[in-house]
């Protein structure tokens, strides 16, 4: 059980815009910057998202994302095949004094 | 650019020891916190430790307190993960990643590829 929620599953067609939800707490995303993770398979994490909404050099403006409150967002427009991964948030937690993760978000394009 | 490639991986029973290295490369290593983070099978990923740039702080999961040990030589750029008493729960990938912060914020800026460590009998 990860201290962060995520849907198991997304899915969209090419072109299509797609949103990832990510819940938390006070003690996380209440308090602390939500981070973004694109995981293709079979290959390391790769950051996609910093500081709630910050894009890392070299990822597409087509990826963005939000946090309001206890709860973050990311967000996918003009979806392309090469964006079939799964997607983690994260972010730090002060209960447990260390970064947590959601279980991830398998986004599917169909 | 940068590089962190780790080592150490293997099949070991359980209450044995492995000791997992990361090598880095393309960046100030000595400059940068460095975390463990783990992904068990068909698991999200967690994180598992970090130590401070210089050594002299360490924090872990609860998971692992007590059996892992998080370690770094900067005069070869490498950390390392003892890890020891493993059980079958400790099955996964393990990543290491560097860290970056912004306003006293962190997060995971690189990630090595991952060795997998397998604890069964």
């Known amino acids: 059980q990860s201290v962060l929620t995520q849907p198991p599953s997304a899915s969209g067609t090419p072109g299509q815009r797609v949103t990832i939800s990510c819940s938390g707490s006070s003690s996380n995303i209440g308090s602390h910057t939500v981070n973004w993770y694109q995981k293709l398979p079979g290959t390391a994490p790769k950051l996609l998202m910093y500081s709630n909404n910050q894009r890392p050099s070299g990822v597409p403006d087509r990826f963005s994302a939000s946090k309001s409150g206890t709860s973050a967002s990311l967000a996918i427009s003009g979806l392309q095949s090469e964006d079939e991964a799964d997607y983690y948030c994260?972010?730090?937690?002060?209960?447990?004094?260390?970064?947590?993760f959601g279980g991830g978000t398998k986004l599917t394009v169909l | 650019q940068v590089q962190l490639v780790e080592s150490g991986g293997g099949v070991v029973q359980p209450g044995r020891s492995l000791r997992l290295s990361c090598a880095a490369s393309?960046?100030?290593?000595?400059?940068?916190?460095m975390h463990w983070v783990r992904q068990g099978p068909g698991k999200g990923l967690e994180w598992v430790a970090v130590i401070s740039y210089n050594g002299n702080s360490k924090y872990y999961a609860d998971s692992v307190k007590g059996r892992f040990t998080i370690s770094r030589d900067n005069s070869k750029n490498t950390l390392y993960l003892q890890m020891n008493n493993l059980t079958p729960d400790d099955t996964s990938v393990y990543y290491c990643a560097s860290e970056g912060i912004v306003g006293g914020h962190i997060y995971f800026d690189y990630w090595g590829q991952g060795t997998l460590v397998t604890v069964s009998s």
């Open positions: 994260a972010a730090w937690d002060d209960s447990l004094n260390g970064p947590v």
């Open positions: 393309g960046f100030t290593f000595s400059s940068h916190a």
